[in-house]
Every structure is written in structure tokens, then in C-alpha cells.
């Protein structure tokens, strides 16, 4: 079965980066497209960015030229770096694996990983 395994949250300052990882298994990782996702309290989970196996980006408005996604096929994983953080990025960020090679709502999810930005 897939499994999502985000890594690399953490509390940081405003202004300051932070790098997420995301190791997948139990797939066809270069087959399969891959997003980012999070979560803010009492909000409802929203798009932040995708990869499809192309490596063709697409962001949400409010993290592009901030946040790049990227994907090493080799490792079977999937990055986010984040620059220039601000307050409103605090969320629990969740990997997720579409089942198609083009970017698509996620069918699995990662347990997700906290990320607090502190003013």
C-alpha cells in the first residue's frame, strides 16, 4: 500500500526557510504526480503546490515564488522549500500521491508535519 512520510517541520521566524521532505512508498513514485497540501486550525485543508512526473510545477497563489516543489525519482522523494515565511503559512503540511501522472486531488495523504512561523 502507498505510504507518505513528511518530515522537516518545525518552528521558525518570520522571514526565515524551511525545507519539507516527503518519502513515498509502495508505488510507482516516477509514474505518479504529487502535492503539497495544509492545514490551519479551524480551517479546511487547501492547496499549496503539485509536481507531475513532467516536473511541471503549479502553486497556489498565495505561496508562489516563496514555495518550490521538486521530486528526486531516485529517492522516491518529493521536497518543499519554503522562503520568506510568514505567519499565515503556520499549518500541519501533508504530502500527498495522486493517481495520475498530472497533478490531481491526492488519494493517499501523509500524517502530515507541523510548521509554525512565529512572528
Known amino acids: 500500500q502507498v505510504q507518505l512520510v513528511e518530515s522537516g517541520g518545525g518552528l521558525v521566524q518570520v522571514g526565515e526557510s524551511l525545507r519539507l521532505s516527503c518519502a513515498a512508498s509502495?508505488?510507482?513514485?516516477?509514474?505518479?504526480?504529487l502535492a503539497w497540501y495544509r492545514q490551519a486550525p479551524g480551517k479546511q485543508r487547501e492547496f499549496v503546490g503539485c509536481i507531475a512526473t513532467s516536473g511541471m510545477t503549479n502553486y497556489a497563489g498565495s505561496v508562489k515564488g516563496r514555495f518550490t516543489v521538486s521530486r528526486d525519482n531516485a529517492k522516491n522523494t518529493v521536497t518543499l522549500q519554503m522562503n520568506s515565511l510568514k505567519p499565515e503559512d503556520t499549518a500541519v503540511y501533508y504530502c500527498g500521491a495522486s493517481s495520475s501522472w498530472y497533478c490531481a486531488l491526492p488519494r493517499s495523504w501523509g500524517q502530515g508535519t507541523q510548521v509554525t512561523v512565529s512572528p
Open positions: 509502495g508505488m510507482t513514485f516516477s509514474t505518479t504526480a
